[in-house]
């Protein structure tokens, strides 16, 4: 997935379709400073950006609840802006209920950095200091194009300079605010394709100014995590596979031999081999009572 980026000018094309002004999508209510950039995918495979876009219109009549986003970047890279920058999107709340020191409705991240509140024992709104992206994807993994994801890499790049922001720190999903939606669940499910994809934002938001050692160390020590994950991940897969290989008996048992041959003139299986204990253990209960 890549794109060639000329003399740092942007090569995606920005389609202004502002939203209705309404109490469900789009309340004009002021974002006072900016915090971080918030990732989404639309969760629905294959709709356009315009699809996306007017389904958030739809919502001002109050009938399918509240939610937006400031923009989001199409099929072919275009990017919908449907909220101003200045001004709130519903794009990364949570109803959940909440008890002071009972429940957690976001993450520890977004309490320590997503706060606006001057008491760090108010619950966050973080609504109200994050911009909100949504990207369409080709399927329910949440796989985007080429085009949509190369423009969500400059996206991100140009507005983490606007708005003054670290590509490696300040960019989230939405799963790592709210802790409870796999959103964007591409990133989600593919946590090693997330830290690249923020070093590609990097790369391009800093051309000219390489990462900083705090920047790098911290880099560094996220990837490591993450890769120590995804070798975890990696051995309980293949754990699991050997349970499961173990489990499968490659010849019949002489204990299931007559039992399996009535299944069979029974036209109840076509391949005797190759089945668990449990479902010879299953198959002789059956012979034994007539049923079979």
Known sequence: ???????????????????????????KLPIRTMKGIVIHWVANPMTSAKNNR??????????KSYGSAHEIIDLDGSVYVCIPKNEIAYHVGSNLPYTTGVTQIYTSLTWDKLNTNSSRHTK????????????????????????????????????????KLNPMTDIYLHQEVVGWKDCHRWFVNHPLEWIKFKQKVQEISNEDEPM???????????????????????????????????DIMKEVPDWSRQAVEAAERARLIDT?????????????????RGII
């Not at 705090?214 to 897969?237: G, M, N, P, R, Y």
Request: proline share 4%.
């Open 212 to 246: 900083t050692k705090v920047e790098k160390e911290e880099f560094d020590k996220l990837k490591s995590i993450v890769e120590k994950q995804t070798s975890i991940i990696t051995a309980l897969h293949k754990t699991i596979k050997e349970l499961q290989d173990k």
């Open 124 to 163: 966050p709104y973080p609504n109200n200091c994050t911009y909100g992206i949504e990207t369409t994807h080709l399927d329910r993994d949440g796989r985007m194009t080429d085009a949509t994801y190369d423009t969500l890499v400059e996206r991100c790049a140009d507005l983490c300079k606007e708005f």
């Open 272 to 288: 005797p081999a190759n089945g668990s204990y449990d479902f010879y253990r299953l198959l002789t209960i059956l012979w034994r």
């Open 54 to 63: 007017d389904f958030f219109e739809s919502r001002k009549g109050g009938l």
């Open 1 to 27: 997935m890549s794109r060639s980026r000329k003399d740092n000018l942007m090569t995606y094309q920005i389609v202004e379709r502002l939203l209705t002004p309404n109490k469900f999508s789009r309340p």
